[in-house]
């Protein structure tokens, strides 16, 4: 019962209302209003994954996950069962149904790498067959169609007949009689075909009168030598229903043959369009995937900038004021926050908003807050806010209470026995963290100990605290009580919490601040309202000077915590400008060093062509030589056209820089590739590295990528022993891209169709190329794996990257 009172006052039925918005189908709509919340961890966790995964696939897809088609077939299903004749409406419902469920199936299945989306669907049946068939006998318009059976098509044809010699047949009479009609019209009355007579000239037409005009001057009779027409067409309409409804009982007799696969479509179809609202819902909140920890390992309830959903729907669809988050950050060992500070200050908004993300992670909802999300898996959210006022039952604000908060200790109880117990504990127990043994429970608590005498409200606040330490996960209260303040520096499993309050404006500011009690405000809010002074000056004296100084030192604190935060938010601010100039820097190095890379790679083609240019002249040479006897003069002509050639290509080799200058400690130089000029720190070693600094920024460089500030190069280091000669890597090929041209779909196909296949694609490939086998039973993958290992042109496979398949699809590459 009091589960159910906490979903009504943390206004979880709004929540749900909000997420059914953003469900595709009625089912899914239903299902999101009265979503059912999780008895097990592990159930969360799926929900959750699942969310997951519906969330990267509605990003993947143009236009996300269609439910198109889709409609709640439920009723007619039941009807199906009992042997009642389902409608043309009906019948074409589920038709569309299956149709929109086997599209829907398809998506998932081109997406091998969520598998849990791919196990919801592994043993779904859309009856193909079955679709086809009401489409065949019911048309677009719900009526049956004449194809459906020859018998139907025959009977429609006598219809036809039968209309036409009546049409026929009135319009003679019209024509014959035309001045004792009204109009010279043919229209029905019923299944009668009548004509429109005027009524004092009745007895010209003989016939049965159908109906009167409002007026009484018009009758619309039916002519007595179409009367045995009109029977006849009476009798040839029943039979076309009776056969109408006799194909519509044989295909409702296939739908009910197959009802058990049909419910079970429904339930996938739902929990698919389910996961997708919650999906949808939790990207516009901009929420993030919760992560349950386990708290007795020592692991911080992490909730930055959480917001309260509500409020976001309300500040987007309502005009309501902008949310303004709240940071929760618990240490694992805190098993109480009491959070004090003045009235609507954002205390009560906190306990609320702390339940509605434990309640969404339980579903599988995203919780609206920064990256990571991680807190608790309750097994139980207890709450207590608001008045229980009852004028029937006398009951009183602290009655109220009182009466709510026994029901939680009783809930709590039972989560006591159901885990074996806590045993017998003293009243103030001593610190000790959560334990896997203590109820998995959250209790909020709003204004604990109110309404009543304040020393005994405050002695009861304190009492109850101590024992919600002792047997429950997490509790959070709000109070106005100084006492309750004192509790964390007497216990280590309480923290105090508090809602920042500016007195400059009278407002509150709605942040809240871990670690330092609440202030009272009262008389500097009286005194600013315009209290008589000497009114406040008694109640300052009636207070105490200790109060005064308490508020005093709480004061402080709130000071220094707002200049600490200052300082960090520019700390911040300057590391966020140091990592933008850092990789500034990078992409220029970068940037650089291809422009290097590609004009060494130019200049060595230049020298390439022109060694091939001259290997081209001197073997021209040789062959005029070769022709015939060559003579001194011969030789000599040789000899100068190759000092020729030598001189002509020499200009094309790269000339080195003329060394000028050896750095030095303390020296400046400048880095011609990232356009620096900075400070020698070392002196070179033997292999020509030394340290530089430029700025804020160290970095090692080397002799040859460096220049005095008027340009000269430095001198090489001499090598004590000979280094063998570096050999340059080829140049690494561009990483291979899959298209469709590369990507071989063999899904469907047998082994020997398959190798077929892949030989012709390997023999016309000039790269690696994807091949799409699916998992089905394996015996796919193991046939195109065995092909590959013996195939002479393939170097090695490998499975796909996930994002292209995974385990499903094959890269082999071709040499």
């Given amino acids: 019962m009091i589960q159910s009172e906490t979903l009504e006052l943390l206004e979880w039925h709004r929540l ?10 009625k089912l899914g709509a239903r299902a999101s209003r009265q979503l059912p919340i999780p008895d097990s961890r592990a159930e969360s966790e799926y929900l959750v994954a699942q969310t997951k995964e519906i969330y990267e696939l509605e990003i993947r897809l143009t236009t996300g996950l269609s439910f198109e088609g889709i409609q709640d077939i439920g009723d007619s299903l039941e009807r199906a069962e009992i042997q009642a004749v389902l409608t043309g409406e009906e019948l074409l419902a589920i038709a569309t149904t299956l149709a929109g469920t086997r599209n829907l199936r398809r998506v998932i299945d081109n997406q091998p790498d969520f598998p849990i989306l791919n196990q919801l669907i592994a043993d779904l049946r859309t009856y193909p067959e079955l679709e086809q068939e009401i489409h065949r006998c019911i048309d677009d318009r719900a009526q049956v169609a004449d194809r459906a059976s020859q018998k139907l098509n025959d009977i429609r044809n006598d219809l036809r007949k039968l209309r036409s010699q009546i049409t026929q047949k009135l319009q003679n009479i019209l024509q014959v009689k035309y001045g004792a009609v009204q109009e010279q019209i043919i229209t029905q009355r019923g299944d009668r075909y009548v004509i429109p007579v005027k009524a004092p000239q009745k007895d010209a037409i ?12 018009t009758l619309y009779i039916e002519p007595n030598s179409i009367v045995p027409w009109g029977n006849q067409l009476r009798q040839t309409i029943k039979k076309e229903q009776v056969e109408e409804e006799a194909i519509r009982r044989i295909l409702t007799q296939q739908v009910a043959a197959v009802k058990p696969d049909l419910e079970r479509l429904l339930a996938i179809v739902t929990t698919l369009d389910l996961a997708t609202a919650r999906a949808r819902y939790s990207f516009w909140l901009g929420a993030n995937p919760p992560r349950f920890i386990k708290r007795e390992e020592n692991e911080t309830i992490t909730l930055r900038q959480l917001r309260h959903p509500l409020l976001v729907w309300q500040h987007q669809h309502e005009q309501g004021s902008a949310v303004i988050p709240v940071d929760l950050l618990i240490q694992p060992q805190i098993r109480v926050v009491t959070i004090t500070g003045p009235n609507t200050g954002g205390k009560t908004v906190s306990l609320k908003t702390l339940g509605l993300a434990a309640l969404m992670a339980k579903v599988g909802l995203f919780v609206p807050a920064r990256e990571p999300v991680e807190l608790p898996w309750f097994e139980k959210i ?32 039972q989560g006591e026995k159901e885990t074996g117990g806590q045993g017998d504990k003293e009243e103030f127990a001593s610190p000790s963290p959560p334990s896997s043994s203590s109820p998995q429970s959250l209790v909020l608590l709003d204004e604990v100990g109110a309404g009543t005498d304040p020393a005994e409200g405050s002695a009861l606040a304190i009492a109850l605290l101590h024992y919600l330490a002792d047997n429950a996960q997490l509790t959070m209260a709000t109070t106005h009580f100084g006492e309750l303040k004192a509790l964390k520096y007497e216990d280590e499993r309480f923290e105090n919490a508090s809602v920042e309050f500016d007195e400059s404006t009278l407002s509150p500011t709605y942040r809240l601040l871990w670690g330092i009690p609440g202030r009272s405000n009262a008389l500097a809010i009286a005194l600013r309202l315009g209290l008589k002074p000497e009114v406040v000056e008694q109640a300052k004296s009636q207070v105490g000077e200790a109060s005064d100084e308490v508020n005093q030192v709480i004061a402080g604190l709130e000071a220094q915590r707002r200049r600490q935060e200052t300082k960090a938010a520019e ?10 100039l850092y990789k500034e820097v990078l992409d220029k190095s970068a940037n650089l060093q291809e422009r290097e890379r590609s004009l060494r790679a130019s200049q060595e083609i230049a020298v390439q062509q022109a060694i091939a240019s001259a290997k081209g002249e001197i073997a021209s040479i040789i062959r005029r030589l070769q022709k015939g006897t060559p003579t001194a003069q011969d030789a000599q002509e040789a000899t100068n056209a190759l000092n020729q050639i030598n001189q002509k290509y020499q200009a094309t080799q790269e000339s080195k820089p003329k060394a000028g200058f050896m750095p030095k400690v303390g020296d400046r130089i400048r880095i011609p590739k990232l356009g620096q000029t900075a400070e020698v720190l070392t002196a070179p070693d033997n292999d020509g590295e030394f340290a530089v600094r430029f700025g804020i920024m160290k970095m090692t460089v080397k002799l040859e990528d460096v220049e005095s500030l008027d340009g000269k190069k430095p001198e090489a280091i001499a090598q004590t022993a000979s280094k063998p000669a570096k050999v340059t890597p080829p140049p690494q090929s561009a990483p291979a891209i899959r298209t469709s041209q590369n990507t071989v779909d063999l899904r469907g196909k047998r082994v020997a169709d398959s190798e077929i296949i892949l030989d012709k694609a390997i023999s016309e490939a000039t790269g690696p190329i994807w091949i799409i086998h699916g998992h089905g039973t394996g015996k796919l993958r193991q046939g195109v794996h065995a092909f590959l290992h013996q195939h002479k042109r393939v170097s090695r496979f490998e499975a796909a990257e996930q994002a292209d398949g995974g385990s499903g699809v094959t890269v082999a590459y071709i040499q």
């Fill in 382 to 413: 207890l709450a207590d806010i608001g008045d229980e006022q009852s004028l029937q039952q006398s009951l009183s604000t602290f009655s109220g209470h009182i009466r709510r908060i026994s029901r939680i200790l009783e809930a709590l109880g």
């Fill in 571 to 580: 700390a911040q601010s300057l590391l966020q400008q140091a990592e933008r």
């Fill in 16 to 25: 749900c209302q909000h997420m059914s918005t953003f469900a595709a189908t």
């Fill in 206 to 217: 003989p016939g049965i009168v159908h109906d009167t005009s409002t007026s009484g001057a």
